[in-house]
């Protein structure tokens, strides 16, 4: 069964603080994405990156960045020069690719940030 | 606007009423996906569609639920003989290949 582990319930920083969400997953497929989304208090969910596992390069954009790391398992994303509008819940989230095709997501529960003036 | 649209966005209905939402996809999307996430939780997969193909249902899709895409395009996803348990907000999400855009959601409170 697949798993996704985000272990940071919440975060509070202060603004123009780094902050680094952590993302630890499980899965027994070689082949996978992995996914982080925002949810901002609107609720819709907005959809950030995808990685293909077997893509290692990290990526980013702007003042965020991504960190997959396959040998542990994990899919790291920090903001740099945080901002009050990043207050909001992040979920990691991993693909399971079906066999009628298309895929299911596994979400994780969700890191609270909260960025504070 | 072209992105994945929910109607109501919040729902009050009394235990033991039946209700239905509507999702309109992304309009060249051939993939549709509804999930149901509880407070302080992440979304749970409920089901998926290819064109009007419905190809996967989850556990979590008691019989009371009910799902169809009847031409491909917009979705409904009914709950008869709501419960409690049932108050959640119902995502729908739509995608080609492995991404999903998600819509704003209806917030569905059961009394």
């Given at each position: 069964a697949q798993k996704v582990t985000q272990a940071q319930t919440e975060i509070s920083v202060v603004e123009k603080e780094d902050v680094t969400l952590d993302c630890v997953y499980e899965t027994r497929d070689t082949t996978y994405y992995l996914f982080w989304y925002k949810q901002p208090p609107s609720g819709e969910l907005v959809f950030l990156i995808r990685r293909n596992s077997f893509d290692e390069q990290n990526e980013i954009s702007g003042r965020y960045s991504w960190n997959f790391q396959k040998s542990t398992s994990s899919f790291n994303f920090t903001i740099t020069a945080?901002?009050?509008?990043?207050s909001a819940v992040y979920f990691c989230a991993l693909s399971e690719l079906l066999e009628t095709s298309g895929s299911r997501l596994t979400f994780g529960e969700g890191t609270q940030l909260t960025v504070n003036p | 606007d072209t992105g994945v649209s929910q109607d109501p966005r919040h729902k009050i209905t009394k235990r033991g009423q039946n209700v239905t939402f509507r999702c309109d996809p992304i309009?060249?999307?051939?993939r549709l996906y509804w999930y149901r996430q509880t407070l302080g939780q992440g979304p749970e997969f409920l089901t998926y569609f290819q064109n009007e193909a419905q190809l996967e249902k989850s556990?979590?899709?008691?019989?009371?639920f009910s799902a169809e895409r009847p031409k491909g395009s917009f979705s409904t996803l009914e709950i008869q003989?709501?419960?409690?348990?049932?108050?959640a907000m119902y995502l729908c999400a739509s995608g080609e290949g492995n991404e999903q855009f998600f819509g704003p959601g209806t917030r569905l409170t059961v009394l």
């Open positions: 945080s901002q009050v509008v990043d | 309009s060249e999307h051939n556990r979590l899709l008691s019989d009371r003989r709501t419960e409690q348990g049932d108050s």
